[in-house]
């Protein structure tokens, strides 16, 4: 089962930042937190992904809390390609990657 | 384009058939792992392997087997397909596969239809 909590759906306007929100309240010390996409029915992408500190890439950024029992992925100036179900999953390596339900990211023009 | 190629795009077979799934990882990753995204089930991991051993198992049914070759890519062989069996396959790969810190990149599916 997967160790995430998101919300089932969100929308964004275009051009506008999309934060999507994640908790991950049971999760252990050594586990990272990584964001995939899966646009339509393509491959899951994968985006970002970090352990304590907030990270930050060409796709996105990644702010984790300081007790580490949620996070948000900020996707800056959103377009309608982002338009995808977004997965949060957290992963300690020795175990498979676990997707959830995912939150439906829905960017309007 | 993740560098992850998976063959066929599209496979079309009747129950009770055998088929199998080729991947071939991202150059440099030991890794492979194989996924099977249902309507109803969602994104489901069925088996990794690493540098050509098995590292770990999912739900994968007894009817579906997977290896990986020398040149580390691997094939997923589907048999006495039943139409439940009808599903997106994915593989992915990864540099080591036991690190957290390594990604897992992920091929472009391929489309199984049991009829």
């Known amino acids: 089962d997967a160790k995430t909590t998101q919300p089932p759906s969100m929308d964004c306007a275009e051009g506008r930042a999309a934060n999507l929100p994640c908790n991950h309240s049971?999760?252990?010390?050594?586990?990272?937190v990584y964001w995939y996409r899966q646009i339509h029915s393509q491959g899951p992408q994968y985006i970002i992904h970090?352990?304590?500190n907030n990270e930050t890439n060409e796709m996105a950024s990644l702010i984790i809390t300081e007790d580490r029992k949620s996070s948000t992925l900020i996707l800056p100036h959103a377009t309608l390609r982002d338009t995808a179900v977004y997965y949060c999953?957290?992963?300690?390596?020795?175990?498979?990657?676990?997707f959830g339900k995912g939150t439906r990211l829905s960017v309007i023009a | 384009d993740s560098g992850v190629t998976q063959t066929p795009k599209h496979l079309i077979t009747a129950t009770g058939q055998r088929v199998t799934l080729r991947c071939s990882p991202r150059?440099?990753?030991?890794?492979v792992y194989w996924y099977q995204q249902s309507l109803d089930q969602g994104l489901q991991f069925l088996i990794q392997?690493?540098?050509?051993?098995?590292?770990a198992k999912g739900n994968i049914l007894e009817r579906f087997s997977a290896q990986q070759f020398p040149d580390l890519h691997s094939e997923l062989n589907l048999s006495s397909l039943e139409l439940g069996d009808s599903a997106l396959y994915f593989c992915?790969?990864?540099?080591?596969?036991?690190?957290?810190?390594?990604?897992?990149?992920f091929g472009p599916g391929t489309r199984l239809t049991v009829l």
């Open positions: 992915a790969s990864s540099v080591t596969g036991q690190d957290p810190y390594n990604e897992q990149f």
């Open positions: 150059s440099g990753d030991l890794s």
């Open positions: 970090g352990l304590k």
């Open positions: 392997y690493y540098n050509g051993e098995e590292r």
């Open positions: 999953i957290v992963f300690s390596g020795n175990t498979p990657l676990v």
């Open positions: 049971t999760i252990s010390g050594n586990e990272y």
